[in-house]
């Protein structure tokens, strides 16, 4: 699934953006802020399509059960 790629590219960015601000030196605390704040947004944001990906499998299984129902 393509999606799951993506999601799994944002964790990894994710990671590289902390271990980017844990690299940075102590007079750009706004900047390792700045790329904190971003590594959790993207986190957030990986953790809801992933949240999105399941449910819609488990509303496209729903379907094909209501459809293998029907008369």
Known sequence: ???????????ATALVLRATA???????GSLMFRLN???DILDSMAAL?????ERIK??????LEFRAGAP
């Open 22 to 28: 844990k690299a940075v030196r102590g007079e750009q």
């Open 58 to 63: 488990q509303l496209e299984q729903e379907l």
């Open 37 to 39: 704040r971003a590594a």
């Open 49 to 53: 399509a992933l949240r999105c990906l």
């Open 1 to 11: 699934m393509d999606g799951m790629n993506d999601i799994a590219e944002a964790r």
